[in-house]
T-cell receptor
Framework: NAGVTQTPKFQVLKTGQSMTLQCAQD?????MSWYRQDPGMGLRLIHY???????DQGEVPNGYNVSRSTTEDFPLRLLSAAPSQTSVYFC?????????FGPGTRLTVL | GDSVTQMEGPVTLSEEAFLTINCTYT??????LFWYVQYPGEGLQLLLK?????DKGSNKGFEATYRKETTSFHLEKGSVQVSDSAVYFC????????????FGAGTRLAVHP
């Protein structure tokens, strides 16, 4: 099993650009989440999904969209990037009460 | 609302020293408690967990006990190694359940030979 994979590992955007952060898992987990990690703030939940076709907002959803068309994939879309979205983004899938995290995407918005 | 507070770092120790990283939480009900570890350049990995009062989670020489009376879940290790250098996060599942983990700010540990 590859576990949870994320692409790209690094990305630099200009303000106003759009992009999609990819996340995939091969463990057949129903539950998947996106977090952002900022210095001194731990991880904060952006969006999550309890299964294909079902998504919901987390603590900091503004500026981000998600969809879940398959069990395996859970992409995160930034429609119009802002400097405040500079962060490290982690995708996770969950089995019972354990979350499995991907390696992260470091995003810089200029 | 639910929250997690953990001691600020960085924590710098010599190899074989005793480690304590404090973690306290605020939550309604009785959340499950977790410690995650993040090694440089990697994602978070579950280190240990406890799901009810007085439970002790343990893994790789690390231990933490669920203390309901003090709402705490302090991480301890009797003898740290250089390979333990990482960032440690305390987390709870809170009122949102397992899909909505609430993390502390993280504590960076640096262990020197």
């Amino acid at each position: 099993n590859a576990g949870v994979t994320q692409t790209p590992k690094f990305q630099v955007l200009k303000t106003g650009q759009s992009m999609t952060l990819q996340c995939a898992q091969d463990m057949n987990h129903e539950y998947m989440s996106w977090y952002r990690q900022d210095p001194g703030m731990g991880l904060r939940l952006i969006h999550y999904s309890v299964g294909a076709g079902i998504t919901d907002q987390g603590e900091v959803p503004n500026g981000y969209n998600v969809s879940r068309s398959t069990t395996e994939d859970f992409p995160l879309r930034l429609l119009s990037a802002a400097p405040s979205q500079t962060s490290v983004y982690f995708c996770a899938s969950r089995q019972k009460n354990e979350q499995f995290f991907g390696p992260g995407t470091r995003l810089t918005v200029l | 609302g639910d929250s997690v507070t953990q001691m600020e770092g960085p924590v710098t120790l010599s190899e074989e020293a005793f480690l304590t990283i404090n973690c306290t939480y605020t939550a309604t009900g009785y959340p499950s408690l977790f410690w995650y570890v993040q090694y440089p350049g990697e994602g978070l990995q579950l280190l240990l967990k406890a799901t009810k009062a007085d439970d002790k989670g343990s893994n790789k020489g690390f231990e933490a006990t669920y203390r309901k009376e003090t709402t705490s879940f302090h991480l301890e290790k009797g003898s740290v190694q250089v390979s333990d250098s990482a960032v440690y996060f305390c987390a709870i599942d809170g009122s949102g359940g397992y899909n909505k983990l609430i993390f502390g700010a993280g504590t960076r540990l640096a262990v020197h030979p």
